[in-house]
């Protein structure tokens, strides 16, 4: 009887201690961080990069990724708390600043350093130019928005003026633009990758010029959160922007169909070659950022563009809604780790 419980004790002690080690283990899953993007686009390839790469995980971080369509919607599910961080144009914390937010919304880290859209013509000639535009129909995208404030900015560049140059279209939600343009909507439209490709694919018209191109190098698509977040979890910030550099690096020097291949599991309907076409569309222009510091000339060009636009009450600095430490850090962090 003594002998059967002196072996028992240690089959409970082994039990016990594997009952603690399941528990640790349970409690071992990364941090983690919702992020809501403003839409599913190749624009964020760097992104869906550290996903596939396991960047974020790499960092510890457990990373949960939404869409909430239109730049208003994932800004206020950044405000009340749906979302940790949001992917969307920085002219959304300018418009958070200038309501005199008590909360403001802090850019840390850019993704995109140039517009993404493109000048798609429905019956584009053998060759172009921006005189063409002049008195068509331009389909456009949504008043306040920096597409359309980017693409307002390269027309006006061009001498044209959307208000009286041209016919405007501007009440579609962006999720029918493509297909009213499909339908005959618009001799002109403003797209987006990987749908200028598939349109070219299909024969609908053909891209003619770059608004990214015609409106300069600016924080297109940041990754933000609330000031109130980012005091509570710097290391948590910090970690998820080393892992965005070594996104962007790992862009920086692969080819478009090896990026193509690790974002595809994000673009599971889209054809592989329409990704190719898209990725190397953005890298030939320099769309993707290559690190994610916000500097102050591209801020100042945003602002210019905004300002072109008639959205700007007054020029926010970068120093009241914009913070690189933790994107200069990552540079410190990603460059030791390399040597290591």
């Not at 002219?91 to 802090?106: K, N, R």
Request: proline share 4%.
């Amino acid at each position: 009887m003594n002998s059967r419980k002196k072996l028992s004790l240690p089959l409970i002690v082994i039990l016990l201690c594997c009952s603690v080690l399941a528990g640790c283990g349970g409690n071992s899953a990364g941090v983690k961080v919702k992020i809501g993007e403003v839409t599913r686009s190749v624009f964020y390839a760097p992104q869906y990069v550290a996903l596939s790469q396991n960047f974020f995980k790499d960092e510890g971080l457990e990373v949960e990724l939404q869409t909430i369509p239109g730049g208003d919607k994932t800004m206020t599910a950044l405000l009340s708390g749906a979302i940790d961080v949001a992917l969307v144009g920085s002219e959304t914390s300018i418009y958070v600043a200038q309501q005199g937010a008590d909360d403001p919304v802090i850019n840390f880290a850019q993704l995109t350093q140039r517009d993404g859209t493109f000048l798609f013509a429905r019956t584009p000639g053998a060759s172009f130019s921006w005189e063409q535009v002049r008195n068509s129909t331009f389909l456009g995208q949504r008043k306040g928005g920096m597409p359309q404030m980017a693409g307002a900015f390269a027309l006006a560049k061009k001498g044209i003026d959307p208000a009286t140059d041209i016919t405007l279209i501007q009440n579609i939600d962006f999720a029918n633009i493509a297909g009213a343009f499909a339908s005959g909507t618009g001799d002109y439209v403003q797209l987006f990758e990987p749908q200028a490709s598939i349109f070219e694919r299909e024969g609908r018209g053909k891209v003619v010029a770059s608004f990214g191109v015609e409106s300069g190098y600016l924080p297109y698509t940041v990754f933000m959160s609330k000031k109130s977040y980012i005091g509570k979890n710097g290391d948590t910030v910090q970690k998820f922007t080393n892992a965005i550099l070594r996104a962007q690096e790992w862009v920086e020097s692969h080819t478009p169909e090896e990026i193509a291949d690790a974002i595809l599991p994000y673009f599971d309907k889209t054809d592989r070659d329409i990704v190719v076409s898209a990725v190397r569309r953005y890298q030939e222009q320099d769309t993707y950022a290559v690190h994610p510091v916000i500097d102050d000339k591209e801020w100042n060009n945003l602002l210019d563009v905004m300002e072109n636009a008639g959205e700007l009450k007054e020029r926010v600095p970068a120093g009241q809604i914009v913070d690189n430490s933790f994107a200069e850090q990552a540079k410190k962090n990603v460059k030791d780790a390399a040597v290591q």
